[in-house]
């Protein structure tokens, strides 16, 4: 009877103490890629950024079948500053065939500003205003783009 005692309190100690609880919750996170877009609402579905060498970041917003990428360096005063061949907006069909593409609008005052840059999290956060001009697609698509508002809050994808 006491060795059924102790089995019995041995494996009512095991399941106990499998179930207790973490003591450290699990944090979640939160990424955004927001916009007005012409003064109407867009959240990006898939966000994230990358490295393109040293201090040049590649920021990625998409959603269904548009496609927004912004290209950020940073210059001698160490401000990040719109690389303007880059950053471009894409809209296509099956998300292969483009039907619509549009680059930056050099001649607006287009502006990204990284609030923090968390290095250790890999965390990315700020705000921007982007313009943007077609380059292709037929007259169903404005020939202007204007990011306004903008918010974002990424994590690296990509090395």
């Known amino acids: ?6 089995v019995v309190f041995a494996v009512l ?10 003591s450290k919750p ?3 996170q939160d990424f955004y890629f927001t916009a007005n877009k012409n003064n109407e609402s867009w959240v990006a579905q898939f966000v994230a950024f990358g490295e393109n ?4 970041y590649v920021l990625v ?8 990428r912004i290209n950020i360096t940073t210059n001698s005063l160490n401000q990040y500053v719109v690389i303007a061949p880059k950053t471009e907006f894409i809209i296509t069909v099956g998300q292969d065939a483009v039907v619509a593409r549009y680059i930056l609008d050099e001649d607006a005052t287009n502006k990204v500003n990284v609030t923090s840059y ?25 020939a202007t783009i204007n ?3 903008g918010n974002f809050k990424l994590t690296k994808a990509y090395d």
């Open 61 to 68: 917003g998409n959603k269904l079948e548009e496609h927004f």
């Open 1 to 6: 009877m006491r060795k059924l005692a102790l």
């Open 26 to 28: 699990i944090e979640k």
């Open 53 to 56: 060498g040293a201090k040049n």
């Open 13 to 22: 100690s095991v399941i106990i103490g499998s179930c207790r609880k973490d």
């Open 118 to 142: 968390d290095t250790t999290k890999v965390i990315m956060k700020g705000n921007f205003n982007i313009y943007l001009k077609k380059v292709t697609g037929d007259n169903n698509y404005p």
């Open 147 to 149: 990011f306004s508002s």
